[in-house]
């Protein structure tokens, strides 16, 4: 059964504007690690954020920071200040405490419009 | 510092050829390591996980192997391609612990089987 869920195939942004990129995970495992990345053109898989399931606070990194909503599980990727490179593919992942698997989601296209 | 190489960088190969994609990791012990397949524009298919020498789980069963004959390379095999094999494929590696750590991706190899 599928475990990640982005429900946004694209998503257009004004340059300097914020993007949100939703994602939602299905688990019963109450330790778990969640992962954002970004794949540019060239294929490329870049790491960018990392939220664990028992962390009190949002994780951030930079520009890019995560909404997690524990309860409603949802992590969320906010990417402020958007950037003509920050156009690519984002990927959103999850790997259970008890599992060494690293399952994607479908993925988000950006396009940053200049 | 840890870096993961990747080879071929692009293949191009006939319907009922064989296949033989390598994965090596330098600068780290007993990773975990992975093999993805990304059709175009779409999410990543875990194939295949590895915890150790000689250890193979199979996610998907189709026409591919691997193989860990070493504790730091992961080989993708097929005896033979099939059309539906076309893809871009992305080794990983993480630490061997599960949960909270992030995998490191190759470059990855893009098979076009004609």
């Known amino acids: 059964a599928q475990k990640i869920t982005q429900t946004q195939p694209g998503m257009f942004v004004q340059e300097k504007e914020a993007v949100t990129l939703d994602c939602t995970y299905d688990?019963?495992?109450?330790?778990?690690?969640l992962f954002w990345y970004k794949q540019p053109s060239s294929g490329e898989m870049i790491f960018l954020i990392y939220q664990g399931s028992y962390d009190q606070q949002n994780a951030t990194e930079g520009r890019y920071s995560l909404n997690f909503q524990k309860a409603r599980k949802s992590a969320n990727l906010v990417i402020s200040a958007s950037q003509l490179g920050d156009s690519a593919m984002y990927f959103c992942?999850?790997?259970?405490?008890?599992?060494?698997?690293?399952?994607f989601g479908a993925g988000t296209t950006v396009t940053v419009r200049a | 510092s840890q870096t993961i190489h990747q080879w071929p960088a692009t293949l191009v190969q006939p319907v009922g050829s064989p296949l033989s994609l390598e994965c090596t990791v330098e600068g780290t012990s007993n990773p975990n390591l992975y093999w993805y397949r990304q059709a175009a524009g779409r999410g990543l298919q875990l194939l295949f996980y590895s915890v150790g020498i000689g250890q193979i789980s199979s996610e998907v069963p189709q026409n591919l192997s691997a193989s860990r004959p070493q504790d730091r390379q992961f080989i993708l095999s097929s005896k033979k391609l099939l059309l539906s094999d076309s893809g871009f494929y992305l080794c990983a590696w993480s630490v061997r612990t599960a949960g909270n750590t992030e995998a490191f991706f190759g470059q990855g190899t893009r098979l076009t089987v004609v």
């Open positions: 688990t019963s495992d109450p330790s778990y690690g």
């Open positions: 992942a999850m790997r259970e405490a008890n599992d060494y698997k690293l399952s």
